[in-house]
């Protein structure tokens, strides 16, 4: 069966920082481009940022950009989001998600598997 799990939100003032996780399981994930996608009330799905399965490209939206580094750690298949500086616009629901197919040479991913979701509120 396969899973993504995320944890690490919660409600952060502006300014201060969380780290998301992301346990992965059910398939090779290690294989896999790997990133995390955000949804705000009333809004549209939009990316945030995404790594190579290699681990050593990344990709970022231009808002989080400086702010949020993403990692993995292949040997435990999890994949963290660290956000620093974090906004009130940050506030949203964040999806980890897995690309369709492994071996991707970018880290580019069109999502095949996703999470359930963690809540991240950021306040003014």
């Known amino acids: 069966q396969v899973q993504l799990v995320e944890s690490g939100g919660g409600l952060v003032q502006a300014g201060g920082s969380l780290r998301l996780s992301c346990a992965a399981s059910?398939?090779?994930?290690?294989?896999?481009?790997m990133g995390w996608f955000r949804q705000a009330p009333g809004k549209e799905g939009e990316f945030v940022a995404a790594i190579r399965w290699t681990g050593d490209s990344t990709y970022y939206a231009d808002s989080v950009k400086g702010r949020f580094t993403i990692s993995r750690d292949n040997a435990n298949i999890t994949v963290y989001l660290r956000m620093n500086s974090l906004k009130p616009e940050d506030t949203a629901v964040y999806y980890c998600a897995a690309d369709r197919a492994p071996y991707g040479s970018s880290p580019h991913l069109s999502p095949g598997y996703w999470g359930q979701g963690t809540q991240v509120t950021v306040s003014s």
């Open positions: 059910g398939r090779t994930f290690s294989r896999y481009a």
